[in-house]
């Protein structure tokens, strides 16, 4: 059985399709994040669904800075408007709060003291995403242990995963662009952050709490999200919350190899809307360059709508090079 298509039909027929994007203001919208909202979009639109804008704006060093309103404008500018929003996580602490709680019921969340120089000492193994995999150091604390450290520092607080035999700390799931996958939690990803020490909620946590209460039907995004899906779906199962479709897009690489990246300044909005001056003409370069549209004549967000398909993704999906 084509088990992506039959979640595809079975979501479709129960839940009309909510997309969204969810950028994080940290700079300037680069091509990698055009193509990603994108394609977020398209596939909303062609499917007659909704789109939702939400900044990522938890951290509080990315609330000042002019980034969420130079976002909304570029994307105003590309023509890839939304429905609802946007919403603003900062403006939504209190859910998140309740989300931990709840949590906190569910699983077992504890206090974590480690360094960042402790977590990231050279025997640790890491994880896909390069992050260490945390070794349990604080897990077992008592207490009065508890009590003490916290007078010294605040902690942050951690999930712990199911161990490797449960399992219910497997998660398999299909995206619709790389196909079945499967992550051990405890093996590949360890006990993990929902709350930073300096009492910042984790994207993780709160990215799982806005999908659900959004309404969100797909979460489209880029590549490199794709190892954070698995605790994502750990979380909505803790949580009671149902799962959207998966479906990462492919990240943009530059002619020599590299992933592009907000350090190529030329290739961020404000360098893309100098060089191709409409909408149109840089829309039809970045489908015609990424198998969206069949040549890079100017086209815009709307007559993109029609010749959007998932097969045409999965299709490129190793070798968008960009130059
Ligand atoms: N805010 C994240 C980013 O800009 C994306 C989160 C998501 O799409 O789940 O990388």
């Given at each position: 059985?084509?088990t992506s298509?039959a ?5 479709a027929a ?10 994080t ?5 680069h ?5 990603a ?7 909303a639109r062609s499917a ?8 990522e704006d938890?951290d509080?060093r990315?609330q000042?800075g002019p980034?969420?309103d ?14 609802e929003g946007?919403?603003?996580?900062r403006?939504r602490?209190?859910?998140y ?7 906190k019921?569910?699983?077992t969340?504890?206090?974590c003291?480690?360094?960042?120089a402790?977590?990231?000492?050279a025997?640790?193994?890491?994880a896909?995403d ?10 077992g604390?008592s207490?009065?242990?508890v009590a ?8 942050a ?7 490797a035999?449960?399992p ?6 299909v995206d619709?662009v ?6 051990v ?12 020490s ?9 990215v799982v709490?806005?999908d659900?209460?959004m ?5 489209v995004r ?8 698995a605790r ?6 803790l ?5 959207p479709a998966?479906?990462?897009?492919p990240?943009?690489m530059?002619p ?6 907000k350090?190529?300044?030329d290739?961020?909005?404000?360098g893309?809307r100098?060089?191709f ?12 360059s990424?198998?969206l549209?069949?040549?890079r004549?100017?086209?815009s ?5 029609g010749?959007f398909s998932?097969d ?9 090079v960009?130059?």
């Open positions: 059985m084509d298509r979640t595809a039909t079975h979501t129960e839940r009309p399709v909510v997309g969204r994007f969810a950028p203001p940290s700079g300037r919208m091509l990698g994040n055009i193509f909202a994108l394609v977020a979009w398209l596939s007659g669904g909704r789109v939702i804008l939400r900044i938890l509080p990315t000042s980034w969420a130079l976002l909304l404008s570029d994307l105003h500018w590309l023509g890839l408007d939304w429905d946007p919403y603003y996580q403006d602490i209190d859910r709060q309740a989300a931990l709680n709840a949590l019921e569910a699983a969340v504890y206090p003291f480690c360094t960042r402790e977590l990231h000492a025997s640790a193994p890491h896909s390069g992050t260490p995999i945390y070794a349990g150091t604080c897990r604390l207490p009065a242990e003490e450290r916290s007078r010294r520092r605040p902690p607080q951690r999930l712990a995963v199911p161990t035999d449960d219910t700390g497997t998660i398999a799931f619709r790389y196909g079945p996958q499967r992550e939690l405890a093996r590949e990803c360890g006990d993990f952050l929902v709350q930073r300096d009492g910042v909620f984790a994207y993780q946590l709160a709490v806005d659900a209460e309404g969100v039907t797909e979460v880029g590549h490199d999200l794709l190892s954070s899906t994502q779906i750990h979380l909505q199962r949580l009671g919350y149902r799962q998966y479906a990462h897009v990240l943009l530059a020599d190899g590299r992933r592009l990246s350090r190529d300044r290739l961020d909005m404000e893309l100098e060089q001056g409409t909408p149109e003409r840089l829309l039809g370069w970045l489908a015609g990424t198998g549209a069949p040549d004549a100017p086209r967000a709307s007559e993109l709508v010749l998932w045409t993704v999965r299709a490129h999906r190793d070798d968008l960009i130059g």
